[in-house]
């Protein structure tokens, strides 16, 4: 049980706010999510402090500052307290977050808790009973085209895995390891379970997708600043999983030993093929 004084001017009132970081959402600003059900958006620059004493200043808007939320992945926050205009979180390794208002727009939100969010795997759904057909075969040999040319990419959520959404609504989610070569041709394999391996993924945070496609148990994305995504089938399990909405939706998953299951709405095919 920790303290909570949400509201300025209100007497301190304690509420459970025992919870994990389970989810870190990267887009123009930071969203936070907690396993209690509690979610923060920070939207301006604030101070990270870790258990050291070091303070380092973080601002959504610089994807190469979020080092220290990365590494923040899987600890408990211990307390959560309002002071006037600031915010200020606090997790069981002694690492803080505080932030102060902004003059231009709402630098910070709390919600909850309402409830865990769900999350919903489209491999599961349909459009519509009967709509769709599922097939279980080798990847074909010949590349398969993504229809994500011209997106940017929307958003970087980080979870147990690591989830890409594009502007049409497309996307892709690493399992396993996975590849990014930058615009200056530096190659670096990244880990979903490593968290702070993953700080470089954020620079593709607006980036445009130049063409993108699935050949072999490969899936490589090249964006129009030259950097490229590429991920492998895994013999240890699936390794990513990419897909599209609407009407000529598609869903593939890396299955190990390059097998791939390839799920189609009927539209789809007419489209796509």
């Known amino acids: 049980m920790a303290t909570d004084t949400s509201e300025p001017g209100r007497a301190a ?43 380092v200043v973080v601002d959504p808007e610089r994807k190469d ?3 220290p939320i990365l590494r923040l992945f899987g600890t408990e926050l211990v307390g959560r307290s309002v002071e006037g205009d600031t915010l200020t979180l606090v997790f069981a390794d002694g690492a803080t977050l ?19 969010p769900v999350r919903v795997d489209p491999l599961e759904g349909s459009t519509s009973p009967g709509a769709e057909e599922a097939l279980r075969v080798r990847v074909p040999g010949r ?15 980080i979870e147990s895995d690591v989830t890409i959404r594009f502007s049409s609504g497309a996307s892709l989610r690493f399992e396993t390891d996975f590849a990014l070569t930058g ?51 895994n013999r240890r399990g699936p390794s990513w999983h990419y897909s599209e909405p609407g009407r000529a939706r598609v869903d593939i998953v890396a299955l190990p030993d390059d097998e791939v299951r390839y799920r189609h709405s009927p539209s789809s095919a007419e489209i796509r093929r």
Request: aromatic share 8%; with cysteine; hydrophobic share 45%.
């Open 65 to 67: 500052s979020l080092l």
């Open 98 to 116: 505080v932030a102060g208002p902004d003059a231009g727009f709402e630098s910070w939100h709390v919600s909850g808790p309402k409830g865990r």
């Open 13 to 55: 009132v304690p509420v459970p706010v025992a919870g994990t970081l389970h989810f870190i959402g990267v887009d123009f600003r930071l969203d936070l999510r907690f396993t209690e059900g509690s979610s923060v958006q920070l939207e301006a620059a604030f101070t990270a402090t870790d258990r050291s004493g070091r303070s």
């Open 143 to 157: 590349p398969f085209a993504l229809d994500i040319a011209g997106d940017a990419v929307d958003c970087i959520g």
């Open 183 to 233: 615009s200056d041709g530096e190659h670096a394999f990244l880990d979903p379970g490593d968290k702070p391996s993953l700080l470089g993924l954020l620079a593709l945070h607006t980036e445009v997708v130049s063409d993108g496609a699935i050949e072999g148990g490969r899936i490589a994305i090249r964006f129009a600043s030259g950097a490229l995504l590429e991920g492998w089938s």
